[in-house]
Nanobody, 125 residues
Framework: QVQLVESGGGLVQAGGSLRLSCAAS????????MGWFRQAPGKEREFAAA????????YYADSVKGRFTISRDSAKNTVYLEMNSLKPEDTAVYYC??????????????????WGQGTQVTVSS
């Protein structure tokens, strides 16, 4: 059983930056991929970015590619989402997720088993 706790959300002006953190515990994380998803008010939850624990292979949604960077710190069992050039449409609750897989690429965009509680990101115009 993997437990995930997000932090780092907040209010930022358009064009600004935020870094989200996701602390993971439980399970053997080397067998997992970690993802970030987001859900804006009135919209479905959508994939943003993912990373494999082994090899640190990354995959991004087109909407965030070039602006967001996902990374992981194996020593701290923590995954980060560095968000730059933020836009008002990035406003959402951001969720960290984990799934057991050795796949990479587009296979990382769904099928997650474990979820954090979410952290709010608000981008003002």
């Amino acid at each position: 059983q993997v437990q995930l706790v997000e932090s780092g959300g907040g209010l930022v002006q358009a064009g600004g930056s935020l870094r989200l953190s996701c602390a993971a515990s439980g399970g053997t994380l080397s067998r997992y991929a970690m993802g970030w998803f987001r859900q804006a008010p009135g919209k479905e939850r959508e994939f943003a970015a993912a990373i494999t624990w082994i090899g640190a292979f990354t995959y991004y949604a087109d909407s965030v590619k070039g602006r967001f960077t996902i990374s992981r710190d194996s020593a701290k069992n923590t995954v980060y989402l560095e968000m730059n050039s933020l836009k008002p449409e990035d406003t959402a609750v951001y969720y960290c997720a984990a799934k057991r897989t050795y796949l990479s690429g587009s296979a990382l965009a769904g099928g997650y088993d474990y979820w954090g509680q979410g952290t709010q990101v608000t981008v003002s115009s």
